[in-house]
């Protein structure tokens, strides 16, 4: 299995609204990523996860907030989210953080914020 | 500041034909590359990946290239097929885990 899992796969949210972005893995990597995608752009990196530890967070405004439960869930909560946030929300894994790791990506889940 | 360049925005080649994607990099801390394929509206697919210790890497009809004192790396298809229509990011990592992409070159291969 080298799937990475993303739901829901489109998301539409007003500003004041609150929702979640849910990412699952099984291949016993133990680290994950959220990137951000807008249209013409390369992905950008949000935040890595190392060890269900955060260990990287891009400068993220705090209406993104991460969580890994466990080894195989990564979860994005989003809050008071702004029109220009909405992308292309990709998640990914990779066995761990060192420099030659491959990242596995799921397919994303498109956000609109109205 | 762009640590991981590809200049030429789009590429169009005949079926059958050799498409040659191109990379530069500026920071020469990077020492794994990776080139992905991606479609619109979905997730990056990994393609095919080398290590600085290497020059060359091949993967059926993918070769990547790798020349460490011009930082720079290729992407080679050979042949191409109308399949291979896509944005190819070239992306570098950091030991941290950080992995900068590209901007992308959109390959159209044309029957």
């Known amino acids: 299995d080298t799937e990475v899992t993303q739901t829901p796969k489109h998301l539409v949210m007003g500003m004041t609204n609150k929702k979640s972005l849910k990412c699952e893995q099984h291949?016993?990597?133990?680290?994950m990523y959220w990137y951000k995608q807008k249209a013409k752009k390369p992905p950008e990196l949000m935040f890595v996860?190392?060890?269900?530890?955060?260990?990287i967070n891009e400068s993220v405004p705090s209406r993104f907030s991460p969580e890994c439960p466990n080894s195989s869930l990564l979860n994005l909560h989003l809050h008071a989210l702004q029109p220009e946030d909405s992308a292309l929300y990709l998640c990914a894994s990779s066995q761990r953080t060192l420099g030659n790791e491959k990242l596995f990506f799921g397919s994303g889940t498109q956000l609109s914020v109205l | 500041d762009q640590q991981v360049k590809q200049n030429s925005p789009s590429l169009s080649v005949q079926e059958g034909r050799i498409s040659i994607l191109n990379c530069d990099y500026t920071?020469?801390?990077?020492?794994?590359f990776l080139w992905y394929k991606k479609y619109p509206a979905e997730g990056p697919t990994f393609l095919i990946s080398?290590?600085?210790?290497?020059d060359k890497n091949e993967d059926g009809r993918f070769t990547v290239f790798l020349n460490k004192s011009a930082k720079h790396l290729s992407l080679h298809i050979v042949p191409s097929q109308p399949g291979d229509s896509a944005v190819y990011f070239c992306a570098a990592i950091r030991p941290t885990g950080k992995l900068i992409f590209g901007q992308g070159t959109t390959l159209q291969v044309k029957p």
């Open positions: 291949m016993g990597h133990r680290a």
């Open positions: 920071n020469s801390m990077f020492d794994y």
């Open positions: 996860y190392s060890y269900e530890k955060l260990s």
């Open positions: 080398i290590s600085s210790i290497k």
